[in-house]
C-alpha cells in the first residue's frame, strides 16, 4: 500500500513530501485504526483541514464499499447452492493458511526481543484459553505499559 | 435501530484495533459472534473475500459484515463506523505530531502491544483452523482419530501457505484454486 500512496501523493500530486508520507505513515501504525485509513486522513487533513481528511478517507474506502457490496449480495443470495457451498469449503483451509502467513509476517516485527515472545504468547492464552474479552486485553496492555514505562523512566532520572 | 448499533460497534472497533495488518480481526469477531450477526463458519467467507478484493482488509471486513446484518446501508455503517476515530484521533495529532511522532511512550508502549495483539491474532486463526480442519464432534461421535482431521481443508491449507510465503503467490489466485479444488474435491 505505501509505495502505490507515495507514486501518487509524492511524485503524480506533490500533494507532500516522501519524508512527510512516510512519517504520516509511520504515525498511521501507531495510532488505532486501519493503517492505510490514518494515513490517507493525514494526507488530506494536511493538505485542505477537514474536509481534505474526509475527502480522502471517503476516496480510500470507496472501492472496498462498491465491490465488497457487490460480492457480499452475490455470495449471500447463493449461500445455499451447491456449488457455492463447496467453494467456500475449499476455501476455508486457504484463508487459515492466508492468514497465519500475515501472522508469520507481522511475527518477524513485533517478536524482536525474548520478552516479545513472551507477550505474544500471552496474548494467545489470555483470548484462546481464558477467553478474556479482547478490549479488555488490548486495554490492559496499555495501561500496564504506561504505568511500567512511567515507574522505569522516572527511576532514571 | 441496526444502522446506528453498527456503526456503533465498528466505531469501538476502530478505536481499539491498533497494530495495523489484521489487527481488527479479534475484536470483529467476538463482536459479530457475540451479537449473533456472524457464525464463525461464516468470519471464514469474510476473510476470504476481503484477502482476494482490492482495499485495506479491515475496511472490507467491515463492509462485508455490514452488508451481511442489514444491506448495503448496513455496510456503509458498519464503514464509517469504523473509519470515523481514525479520522478523529488523526485530526487531533497531526496538530503537534512531530512531538508524537517521538513520544517515549508512544514508541514504547507499541513495542509492547505489537506482540500482544499478534498473539491475538494467533488465536482467533487457531480457533477457525480449529473449526474448518478438524471435525471434532465425528471423532466424538467414532472415537476413530483418523475422523478428527478434514484431509482436504488441511491439504489445501499447506499448500497455500507454501505457495504465498514461500513464493509469493497473489491470495486472489490461490482463493479461486482453493474454490474450484473445493468444488470438484468435496
Do not use: W
Given at each position: 500500500m505505501l509505495p502505490m500512496i507515495q507514486r501518487e501523493i509524492t511524485e503524480k500530486h506533490g500533494w507532500a513530501t516522501e519524508e512527510e508520507v512516510l512519517d504520516y505513515y509511520s504515525i498511521g501504525q501507531t495510532t488505532p485504526g486501519i493503517i492505510a485509513i490514518n494515513t490517507a486522513t493525514f494526507i488530506g487533513y494536511k493538505k485542505s483541514g477537514i474536509a481534505g481528511a474526509l475527502a480522502a478517507?471517503?476516496?480510500m474506502v470507496s472501492p472496498s464499499l462498491i465491490i465488497i457490496t457487490a460480492l457480499s449480495s452475490l455470495i449471500i443470495a447463493y449461500r445455499d447452492n451447491e456449488y457455492v457451498t463447496k467453494a467456500l469449503k475449499g476455501i476455508q483451509g486457504a484463508v487459515v493458511a492466508l492468514v497465519a502467513v500475515s501472522i508469520v509476517k507481522m511475527g518477524k516485527k513485533a517478536f524482536t526481543a525474548v520478552s516479545a515472545y513472551i507477550l505474544g504468547i500471552l496474548g494467545f492464552l489470555f483470548l484462546f484459553v481464558l477467553k478474556l474479552p479482547t478490549y479488555a486485553i488490548v486495554l490492559g496492555t496499555i495501561i500496564i505499559s504506561l504505568a511500567y514505562l512511567f515507574i522505569t523512566t522516572r527511576g532514571r532520572r | 435501530m441496526i444502522f446506528?448499533?453498527?456503526?456503533?460497534?465498528?466505531?469501538?472497533?476502530?478505536?481499539?484495533?491498533?497494530?495495523?495488518?489484521?489487527?481488527?480481526?479479534?475484536?470483529?469477531?467476538?463482536?459479530l459472534t457475540s451479537k449473533g450477526w456472524?457464525?464463525?463458519?461464516?468470519?471464514?467467507?469474510m476473510i476470504a473475500v476481503s484477502e482476494m478484493t482490492p482495499g485495506p482488509i479491515g475496511i472490507n471486513m467491515a463492509t462485508y459484515a455490514g452488508n451481511k446484518t442489514a444491506g448495503i446501508l448496513g455496510g456503509v455503517s458498519a464503514t464509517m463506523g469504523l473509519i470515523a476515530p481514525s479520522i478523529i484521533i488523526i485530526v487531533i495529532v497531526a496538530h503537534f505530531y512531530t512531538k508524537y511522532r517521538n513520544n517515549v511512550y508512544v514508541n514504547e508502549t507499541?513495542?509492547?502491544?505489537?506482540?500482544?495483539?499478534?498473539?491475538?491474532?494467533?488465536?482467533?486463526?487457531?480457533?477457525?483452523?480449529?473449526?474448518?480442519?478438524?471435525?471434532?464432534?465425528?471423532?466424538?461421535?467414532t472415537?476413530?482419530?483418523l475422523r478428527l482431521f478434514n484431509p482436504i481443508p488441511i491439504l489445501i491449507g499447506v499448500?497455500?501457505?507454501?505457495?504465498?510465503?514461500?513464493?509469493?503467490?497473489?491470495?486472489?489466485?490461490?482463493?479461486?484454486s482453493s474454490a474450484v479444488i473445493g468444488i470438484i474435491l468435496l
Open positions: 478517507t471517503l476516496g | 446506528l448499533e453498527l456503526f456503533i460497534n465498528f466505531f469501538f472497533i476502530g478505536l481499539i484495533s491498533i497494530g495495523g495488518g489484521l489487527s481488527t480481526i479479534p475484536l470483529m469477531t467476538e463482536i456472524m457464525m464463525q463458519m461464516e468470519i471464514l467467507d507499541m513495542k509492547i502491544i505489537r506482540p500482544v495483539v499478534t498473539g491475538m491474532i494467533a488465536a482467533v486463526c487457531a480457533e477457525l483452523a480449529v473449526i474448518s480442519l478438524f471435525n471434532i464432534e465425528l471423532f466424538r461421535e472415537g476413530l482419530i499448500l497455500v501457505f507454501i505457495a504465498n510465503y514461500k513464493f509469493k503467490v497473489h491470495p486472489v489466485i490461490l482463493i479461486v
